[in-house]
């Protein structure tokens, strides 16, 4: 039966549809794939949650937030349970097809508890994790490290008895798409990325040196500065875990141009540099292996270019073609009036810390 609830209940119990047309056969495909279903039983199961959805929000309004205390699907989406603190309500919700469970608290006091641990980390820093209202355990669960840094968020609510503690190695982190020419920001400052990188299995980018030391960290994409050398050389790499490396640089107009490798052009090759403040620009090589001497020291073994960047643009790709061919160090003049502008070679920075060009 492809039914919602229990196989007494008249309301749910017709057979599922065929296949609603309206769904895109890459979303059955993928929840095949990722869900370990047939193909029946995709449709089955959309059909399923379509009816709980409505009856969810039937019951929310039936019941109101005087005794509502959430709804949940079983695994496999045949039935849908609805919380209620009233047991005098479970006739009601059998009605629409659904599965009575009768808990202590409602809905709106378990956000309430929620938004009381947001405000106590607002506040201050808090080793914990995550929080979140869990309606099938009707609490309000904190997962962190350890047992004493959740229970420390917890005292923070005014119901502590609502709130779960888990010790957990979840460490959420934001999923950000690694594109060179990229911004990142090292607290107040900002630079650009220059290309996405591996080492070993750790995603990350490298940049230019003067942007960081290593240990410093970084936001989107969060990292921290594994290794950086500056003056002497200007380069530096970022692990960035948990975010996305891409063969890709930001383009003319934002289209993404694929890093297909890092082989160097010859003095007199077209060249482009992708960077934060002045975007898409590009010039000329005109000469390897030049010194340049920075109010910070010497940095040896840069590439002079044609192509003018501006504040903000350091640690920026260069590009020539679909080679990878350096990070923005600095230059001269500017993109009103034009300018030269030096770079370090990308594949001496990839030699100096083992680190894999991502190419496509």
């Known amino acids: 039966m492809a039914c919602l609830a229990f196989p007494s209940t008249p309301a749910l119990a017709e057979p599922a549809p065929a296949g609603d047309p309206t769904t895109p056969p890459a979303v059955i495909d993928a929840l095949e794939r990722d869900l370990g279903l047939t193909e029946q039983q995709v449709v089955t199961r959309l059909a399923n949650e379509q009816r709980a959805a409505a009856a969810e929000a039937a019951l929310n309004a039936s019941l ?8 949940w699907l079983s695994a496999d989406a045949s039935k849908l349970m609805v919380a209620t603190t009233d047991a005098a309500e479970a006739k009601a919700i059998e009605a629409k097809g659904a599965q009575p469970v009768v808990v202590s608290r409602t809905l709106g006091q378990l956000n309430a508890v929620k938004d009381q641990l947001d ?17 099938t355990t009707n609490s309000v669960v904190v997962l962190a490290a350890s047992q004493e840094a959740g229970e420390a968020l917890a005292a923070a609510a005014g119901d502590k008895d609502a709130v779960k503690v888990a010790v957990s190695t979840e460490s959420p982190q934001p999923f950000i798409d690694i594109i060179g020419g990229s911004a990142y920001y090292i607290g107040s400052s900002r630079c650009s990325v220059g290309f996405s990188v591996t080492r070993g299995s750790t995603p990350g980018f490298v940049t230019a040196g003067h942007c960081g030391r290593a240990g410093a960290r970084t936001t989107n994409p969060t990292g921290t500065f594994q290794g950086s050398s500056f003056p002497g050389n200007d380069y530096a790499w970022v692990a960035a875990t948990g975010n996305n490396p891409t063969p890709y640089v930001r383009g003319s107009g934002g289209t993404l141009v694929t890093v297909r490798g890092s082989t160097q052009a010859s003095v007199g090759a077209s060249i482009c540099r992708s960077g934060s403040t002045t975007g898409w620009r590009c010039g000329t090589i005109q000469q390897h292996n030049a010194t340049v001497r920075y109010a910070q ?8 270019t044609s192509a003018c960047a501006q ?17 923005t160090s600095g230059g001269s003049g500017n993109c009103s009036t034009g300018g030269t502008t030096y770079h370090q070679p990308v594949n001496e920075i990839l030699s100096a810390y083992g680190l894999t060009l991502r190419t496509g």
């Open 64 to 71: 109101g937030g005087d005794s509502f205390a959430g709804a």
């Open 119 to 135: 405000q106590a980390a607002a506040k201050g820093r808090t080793a914990a994790s995550l929080w979140y209202v869990d309606v």
């Open 297 to 304: 020291g010497a940095v040896y073994g840069l590439t002079r």
């Open 311 to 327: 504040p903000g643009d350091s640690g920026g790709s260069f590009i020539s073609g679909n080679q990878a061919q350096g990070v």
